[in-house]
Protein backbone atom coordinates (compact mmCIF):
# COMPACT_ATOMS: atom_id res chain seq x y z
CA UNK A 1 0.00 0.00 0.00
CA UNK A 2 3.29 2.50 0.66
CA UNK A 3 4.62 1.46 -2.55
CA UNK A 4 1.15 2.48 -4.49
CA UNK A 5 0.97 5.60 -2.19
CA UNK A 6 4.44 6.77 -3.19
CA UNK A 7 4.12 5.90 -6.95
CA UNK A 8 1.04 8.36 -6.66
CA UNK A 9 2.69 11.04 -5.06
CA UNK A 10 5.76 10.86 -7.70
CA UNK A 11 3.51 10.84 -10.96
CA UNK A 12 2.01 14.28 -8.81
CA UNK A 13 -1.38 12.24 -8.72
CA UNK A 14 -4.65 12.45 -6.78
CA UNK A 15 -6.95 10.90 -6.03
CA UNK A 16 -10.48 12.13 -6.46
CA UNK A 17 -11.72 14.22 -3.90
CA UNK A 18 -15.69 14.36 -2.77
CA UNK A 19 -17.67 17.03 -4.42
CA UNK A 20 -20.05 17.66 -7.59
CA UNK A 21 -17.86 15.61 -10.23
CA UNK A 22 -18.02 12.62 -7.80
CA UNK A 23 -21.39 13.12 -7.05
CA UNK A 24 -22.73 13.01 -10.67
CA UNK A 25 -20.50 10.08 -11.09
CA UNK A 26 -21.70 7.83 -8.66
CA UNK A 27 -25.48 9.25 -9.84
CA UNK A 28 -24.76 7.91 -13.38
CA UNK A 29 -23.24 4.78 -12.16
CA UNK A 30 -25.92 3.80 -9.98
CA UNK A 31 -28.59 4.78 -12.43
CA UNK A 32 -26.60 2.19 -14.91
CA UNK A 33 -26.31 -0.56 -12.11
CA UNK A 34 -30.19 -0.06 -11.32
CA UNK A 35 -31.27 0.12 -15.06
CA UNK A 36 -29.32 -3.18 -16.38
CA UNK A 37 -28.76 -5.06 -13.35
CA UNK A 38 -31.14 -4.37 -10.27
CA UNK A 39 -34.08 -4.15 -12.80
CA UNK A 40 -33.42 -7.57 -13.57
CA UNK A 41 -33.05 -8.64 -10.40
CA UNK A 42 -36.88 -7.10 -9.10
CA UNK A 43 -37.63 -8.87 -12.69
CA UNK A 44 -36.76 -12.21 -11.41
CA UNK A 45 -36.64 -11.87 -7.92
CA UNK A 46 -39.82 -10.00 -6.55
CA UNK A 47 -39.21 -8.57 -3.64
CA UNK A 48 -35.84 -10.16 -3.20
CA UNK A 49 -34.71 -8.12 -5.57
CA UNK A 50 -36.27 -5.14 -4.23
CA UNK A 51 -34.12 -6.30 -1.11
CA UNK A 52 -30.68 -6.35 -3.20
CA UNK A 53 -31.61 -3.14 -4.50
CA UNK A 54 -32.00 -1.50 -1.25
CA UNK A 55 -28.34 -3.24 0.08
CA UNK A 56 -26.67 -2.46 -3.81
CA UNK A 57 -27.48 1.65 -2.68
CA UNK A 58 -25.32 0.88 0.62
CA UNK A 59 -22.73 -0.90 -1.20
CA UNK A 60 -22.56 2.14 -3.73
CA UNK A 61 -22.79 4.65 -1.15
CA UNK A 62 -20.05 3.24 1.26
CA UNK A 63 -17.45 2.12 -1.51
CA UNK A 64 -17.76 5.50 -2.99
CA UNK A 65 -17.40 7.65 0.55
CA UNK A 66 -13.88 5.10 0.62
CA UNK A 67 -12.36 5.86 -2.70
CA UNK A 68 -12.72 9.76 -2.69
CA UNK A 69 -11.79 10.00 1.20
CA UNK A 70 -15.68 11.13 2.46
CA UNK A 71 -15.76 10.32 6.48
CA UNK A 72 -18.62 8.49 7.45
CA UNK A 73 -19.15 10.61 10.19
CA UNK A 74 -19.53 13.46 8.10
CA UNK A 75 -21.79 12.08 5.13
CA UNK A 76 -23.87 9.92 8.18
CA UNK A 77 -24.11 13.08 10.37
CA UNK A 78 -26.45 11.62 13.95
CA UNK A 79 -26.73 14.49 16.52
CA UNK A 80 -29.08 14.72 19.43
CA UNK A 81 -32.96 14.36 18.87
CA UNK A 82 -34.26 17.59 19.84
CA UNK A 83 -38.34 17.82 20.58
CA UNK A 84 -38.73 20.84 17.92
CA UNK A 85 -37.04 19.08 15.46
CA UNK A 86 -38.53 15.99 15.49
CA UNK A 87 -42.33 17.31 15.54
CA UNK A 88 -40.96 19.50 12.82
CA UNK A 89 -40.26 16.29 10.63
CA UNK A 90 -43.58 15.47 11.03
CA UNK A 91 -45.20 18.57 9.82
CA UNK A 92 -43.20 19.12 6.96
CA UNK A 93 -43.86 15.78 6.11
CA UNK A 94 -47.51 16.05 6.74
CA UNK A 95 -47.79 19.16 4.68
CA UNK A 96 -45.51 17.59 1.75
CA UNK A 97 -47.79 14.55 1.55
CA UNK A 98 -50.65 16.80 0.66
CA UNK A 99 -48.70 18.30 -1.51
CA UNK A 100 -47.83 15.60 -3.61
CA UNK A 101 -51.18 14.12 -3.43
CA UNK A 102 -52.24 17.36 -5.33
CA UNK A 103 -49.69 17.31 -7.77
CA UNK A 104 -49.90 13.69 -8.56
CA UNK A 105 -53.75 13.86 -9.32
CA UNK A 106 -53.14 16.50 -11.48
CA UNK A 107 -50.21 14.90 -13.54
CA UNK A 108 -52.76 11.65 -13.62
CA UNK A 109 -55.62 13.57 -14.93
CA UNK A 110 -53.45 14.35 -18.14
CA UNK A 111 -51.24 11.19 -18.05
CA UNK A 112 -54.03 8.41 -16.25
CA UNK A 113 -52.39 5.09 -17.15
CA UNK A 114 -49.72 6.37 -14.42
CA UNK A 115 -52.48 4.93 -12.24
CA UNK A 116 -52.04 1.46 -13.73
CA UNK A 117 -48.47 2.04 -13.13
CA UNK A 118 -49.30 2.76 -9.23
CA UNK A 119 -51.48 -0.71 -9.14
CA UNK A 120 -48.98 -2.99 -10.55
CA UNK A 121 -46.65 -1.38 -8.26
CA UNK A 122 -48.71 -2.44 -5.25
CA UNK A 123 -49.40 -5.70 -6.92
CA UNK A 124 -45.68 -6.24 -6.91
CA UNK A 125 -45.27 -5.02 -2.94
CA UNK A 126 -48.19 -7.18 -2.50
CA UNK A 127 -46.44 -10.54 -3.04
CA UNK A 128 -44.90 -10.30 -0.02
CA UNK A 129 -46.75 -10.67 3.66
CA UNK A 130 -47.59 -7.56 4.88
CA UNK A 131 -45.08 -6.63 7.89
CA UNK A 132 -41.70 -8.24 5.49
CA UNK A 133 -42.99 -6.23 2.73
CA UNK A 134 -43.09 -3.12 4.81
CA UNK A 135 -39.94 -3.61 6.17
CA UNK A 136 -38.64 -3.45 2.67
CA UNK A 137 -40.78 -0.40 1.65
CA UNK A 138 -40.12 1.43 4.38
CA UNK A 139 -37.20 0.90 6.50
CA UNK A 140 -35.00 -0.38 4.08
CA UNK A 141 -34.86 2.68 1.81
CA UNK A 142 -34.96 4.92 4.87
CA UNK A 143 -32.02 4.10 5.28
CA UNK A 144 -30.28 2.67 2.32
CA UNK A 145 -31.60 5.38 -0.19
CA UNK A 146 -31.17 7.99 2.31
CA UNK A 147 -27.10 7.02 2.67
CA UNK A 148 -26.63 7.22 -0.68
CA UNK A 149 -28.47 10.51 -1.74
CA UNK A 150 -28.74 12.50 1.41
CA UNK A 151 -25.65 10.99 2.64
CA UNK A 152 -23.08 10.54 0.00
CA UNK A 153 -24.44 12.63 -3.43
CA UNK A 154 -25.93 15.66 -1.08
CA UNK A 155 -22.68 16.05 1.03
CA UNK A 156 -20.42 16.03 -1.89
CA UNK A 157 -22.39 18.41 -3.60
CA UNK A 158 -22.25 20.75 -0.24
CA UNK A 159 -18.71 20.29 -0.37
CA UNK A 160 -18.89 23.06 -3.39
CA UNK A 161 -22.30 24.79 -3.61
CA UNK A 162 -23.62 27.14 -0.88
CA UNK A 163 -26.91 27.88 -2.32
CA UNK A 164 -29.05 25.90 0.02
CA UNK A 165 -31.83 26.28 -3.08
CA UNK A 166 -29.43 25.43 -4.94
CA UNK A 167 -28.72 21.92 -3.50
CA UNK A 168 -32.45 21.21 -2.93
CA UNK A 169 -33.42 21.67 -6.94
CA UNK A 170 -30.39 19.83 -8.05
CA UNK A 171 -31.09 16.62 -5.20
CA UNK A 172 -34.87 17.13 -5.56
CA UNK A 173 -34.07 16.02 -9.45
CA UNK A 174 -31.65 13.55 -8.90
CA UNK A 175 -34.01 11.68 -6.36
CA UNK A 176 -36.97 12.07 -9.31
CA UNK A 177 -34.88 11.00 -11.68
CA UNK A 178 -33.38 7.82 -9.17
CA UNK A 179 -36.89 6.62 -9.29
CA UNK A 180 -36.76 6.17 -12.97
CA UNK A 181 -40.57 6.83 -13.14
CA UNK A 182 -41.99 8.84 -15.58
CA UNK A 183 -45.56 9.15 -13.69
CA UNK A 184 -43.99 9.70 -10.61
CA UNK A 185 -40.94 12.09 -10.98
CA UNK A 186 -42.24 15.55 -10.26
CA UNK A 187 -43.83 14.12 -6.91
CA UNK A 188 -40.29 12.07 -6.11
CA UNK A 189 -38.45 15.64 -7.02
CA UNK A 190 -40.83 17.54 -4.68
CA UNK A 191 -39.77 14.86 -1.38
CA UNK A 192 -36.02 14.70 -2.45
CA UNK A 193 -36.30 18.45 -2.49
CA UNK A 194 -37.73 18.50 1.22
CA UNK A 195 -35.31 15.80 2.05
CA UNK A 196 -32.41 17.80 1.58
CA UNK A 197 -33.90 20.75 3.11
CA UNK A 198 -34.18 18.85 6.38
CA UNK A 199 -30.41 17.30 5.88
CA UNK A 200 -29.35 21.13 5.22
CA UNK A 201 -31.42 22.57 8.30
CA UNK A 202 -30.51 20.14 11.07
CA UNK A 203 -27.52 18.61 9.58
CA UNK A 204 -29.09 15.12 11.53
CA UNK A 205 -29.55 12.23 9.13
CA UNK A 206 -31.42 10.82 11.77
CA UNK A 207 -34.75 13.72 10.60
CA UNK A 208 -33.80 11.82 7.02
CA UNK A 209 -34.35 8.72 7.76
CA UNK A 210 -37.76 9.41 10.15
CA UNK A 211 -39.27 11.22 6.94
CA UNK A 212 -38.28 8.42 4.51
CA UNK A 213 -39.70 5.90 6.90
CA UNK A 214 -42.81 7.75 7.67
CA UNK A 215 -44.07 8.56 4.03
CA UNK A 216 -43.00 5.52 2.68
CA UNK A 217 -44.78 3.44 5.55
CA UNK A 218 -48.11 5.80 5.58
CA UNK A 219 -48.50 5.26 1.84
CA UNK A 220 -48.10 1.71 1.75
CA UNK A 221 -50.45 1.32 4.83
CA UNK A 222 -52.72 3.97 2.81
CA UNK A 223 -52.87 1.46 -0.14
CA UNK A 224 -53.58 -1.63 2.32
CA UNK A 225 -56.57 0.11 3.87
CA UNK A 226 -57.85 1.24 0.85
CA UNK A 227 -57.87 -2.15 -0.58
CA UNK A 228 -55.72 -0.79 -3.58
CA UNK A 229 -53.31 -3.46 -3.88
CA UNK A 230 -56.27 -5.74 -5.00
CA UNK A 231 -57.70 -3.20 -7.46
CA UNK A 232 -57.56 -4.44 -11.81
CA UNK A 233 -56.64 -1.98 -14.21
CA UNK A 234 -59.74 -1.92 -15.45
CA UNK A 235 -60.76 -0.12 -12.24
CA UNK A 236 -58.01 1.78 -12.06
CA UNK A 237 -58.98 3.30 -15.69
CA UNK A 238 -62.75 3.88 -13.93
CA UNK A 239 -61.31 5.64 -11.26
CA UNK A 240 -59.27 8.26 -13.73
CA UNK A 241 -62.11 9.04 -15.80
CA UNK A 242 -65.16 9.62 -12.99
CA UNK A 243 -63.20 10.31 -9.56
CA UNK A 244 -60.03 12.14 -10.33
CA UNK A 245 -61.41 15.86 -10.84
CA UNK A 246 -63.53 15.29 -8.07
CA UNK A 247 -60.72 14.21 -5.73
CA UNK A 248 -58.64 17.06 -7.02
CA UNK A 249 -61.04 19.65 -5.91
CA UNK A 250 -61.01 18.07 -2.53
CA UNK A 251 -57.53 18.06 -1.66
CA UNK A 252 -56.85 21.50 -3.11
CA UNK A 253 -59.83 22.14 -0.20
CA UNK A 254 -58.54 20.35 2.24
CA UNK A 255 -54.78 20.69 1.31
CA UNK A 256 -54.99 24.47 1.74
CA UNK A 257 -53.10 24.39 5.10
CA UNK A 258 -49.95 22.86 2.75
CA UNK A 259 -48.10 26.12 2.67
CA UNK A 260 -48.35 26.40 6.65
CA UNK A 261 -48.00 23.05 7.27
CA UNK A 262 -44.31 23.59 5.27
CA UNK A 263 -43.57 26.77 7.14
CA UNK A 264 -44.57 25.22 10.62
CA UNK A 265 -42.06 22.13 9.79
CA UNK A 266 -39.63 24.80 8.45
CA UNK A 267 -40.01 27.21 11.44
CA UNK A 268 -39.51 24.10 14.31
CA UNK A 269 -36.51 22.66 12.33
CA UNK A 270 -34.94 25.76 12.75
CA UNK A 271 -35.76 26.91 16.14
CA UNK A 272 -36.55 29.84 17.82
CA UNK A 273 -33.12 31.28 17.79
CA UNK A 274 -32.56 30.83 14.20
CA UNK A 275 -36.10 32.52 13.22
CA UNK A 276 -34.84 35.36 15.33
CA UNK A 277 -31.34 35.64 13.91
CA UNK A 278 -33.82 35.87 10.03
CA UNK A 279 -35.50 38.76 11.63
CA UNK A 280 -39.02 39.65 11.55
CA UNK A 281 -39.43 40.84 7.98
CA UNK A 282 -38.52 37.56 6.59
CA UNK A 283 -41.04 35.84 8.89
CA UNK A 284 -43.83 38.43 8.18
CA UNK A 285 -43.33 37.77 4.57
CA UNK A 286 -42.91 34.13 4.87
CA UNK A 287 -46.55 33.75 6.26
CA UNK A 288 -48.26 36.66 3.92
CA UNK A 289 -47.40 34.41 1.00
CA UNK A 290 -48.22 31.27 2.50
CA UNK A 291 -51.61 32.58 3.50
CA UNK A 292 -51.67 34.23 -0.45
CA UNK A 293 -51.50 30.53 -1.81
CA UNK A 294 -54.07 28.95 0.69
CA UNK A 295 -56.23 31.34 -0.51
CA UNK A 296 -55.51 30.34 -4.26
CA UNK A 297 -55.77 26.92 -3.72
CA UNK A 298 -58.91 26.76 -1.70
CA UNK A 299 -60.81 29.39 -3.91
CA UNK A 300 -59.48 26.95 -6.92
CA UNK A 301 -60.78 24.08 -5.29
CA UNK A 302 -63.97 25.51 -4.38
CA UNK A 303 -64.63 26.84 -8.04
CA UNK A 304 -63.34 23.25 -9.52
CA UNK A 305 -65.53 21.64 -7.30
CA UNK A 306 -69.21 23.99 -7.64
CA UNK A 307 -68.11 23.60 -11.76
CA UNK A 308 -68.26 19.73 -11.66
CA UNK A 309 -71.48 19.39 -9.23
CA UNK A 310 -73.33 22.29 -11.73
CA UNK A 311 -71.76 19.94 -14.72
CA UNK A 312 -72.73 16.67 -13.03
CA UNK A 313 -75.00 14.69 -15.15
CA UNK A 314 -78.10 14.36 -13.35
Known amino acids: MVHIMNEWNENEQKFPKP ?40 VISLGAAWVVGLNIKEMLPFKRIRVNEFFGTIVIWAGALLLVLIVNLIFFYFFPEGLEVNVNINAFINSWPVIPALFVVAVMPAVCEEMLHRG ?22 LFGLFHMDFYRFIGTAILGGILSYILITTDNFF ?47 IGCVTPFLLLGGSMLLKGLKRIKAEGTVKLVVSVIIAGAVTAVMFVAGVIMFVSLEINAPA
Not at 21 to 46: K, N, P, T
Not at 162 to 167: A, P, V
Request: one cysteine or more; a neutral charge; aromatic letters at 14%.
Open 19 to 58: GPVAAIVVMLLELGISFYVLSAAQYYLGMWGMVITELAFV
Open 152 to 173: FIQRCFMKKIKSKMLICIIMGL
Open 207 to 253: YNMLFHFVNNFFSQMLSIIAGNMTDTIDTAEALTRDTIPFALASYLI
